[in-house]
């Protein structure tokens, strides 16, 4: 999935626990954070040195697509921003079901390296357009009106 379609997600998710918007921008910014395994990513941009070390070491949807780095970062950020840590949680777990729903899947339970995917939306397709616009739809709903 392509980072717009992350973020909104990650919106969404984090909405499921909290309307606080500092929560929520927590949960959206957070849905990004997985794609640190590529320069290209909008998380990677940021990083460029850490982006590249990450995908030599490890290449692309490999343990920062997994649940393994999720917890061991979300044990991080619960001892450094306690008060929303679970909001972090949240959007970075929603990047993994989107991801899971790619042709590539994701490797939840690496170094395992079974591959957990119900390949219906292929990434920058129609169908991704599709599921950003009604995720976003709902989010904007819930939110504004």
Same mark, same amino acid.
């Given at each position: 999935?392509?980072?717009p379609t992350h973020c909104v997600a990650g919106l969404a998710a984090g909405l499921l626990i909290t309307t606080e918007p500092a929560a929520l921008i927590v949960s959206g910014v957070s849905a &990004?954070?997985?794609d640190i395994d590529i320069p290209t990513s909008k998380v990677g941009r940021a990083f460029p040195i850490l982006s590249t070390i990450i995908n030599i070491a490890f290449g692309h949807r490999g343990i920062f697509h997994s649940l393994l780095?999720?917890?061991?970062i979300y044990l991080l950020v619960l001892? &450094?921003?306690p008060a929303y840590s679970i909001y972090f949680l949240i959007g970075y777990l929603s990047h993994l079901l989107l991801d899971c729903l790619t042709p590539a899947g994701v490797p939840l339970l690496w170094p395992i390296s079974y591959r957990f995917r119900v390949p219906i939306i292929k990434t920058g397709s129609v169908m991704e357009l599709i599921l950003f616009v009604c995720i976003a739809t709902l989010f904007v709903k819930e939110v504004f009106l």
């Open positions: 999935m392509r980072w &990004l954070i997985p780095a999720a917890g061991l001892k &450094l921003f």
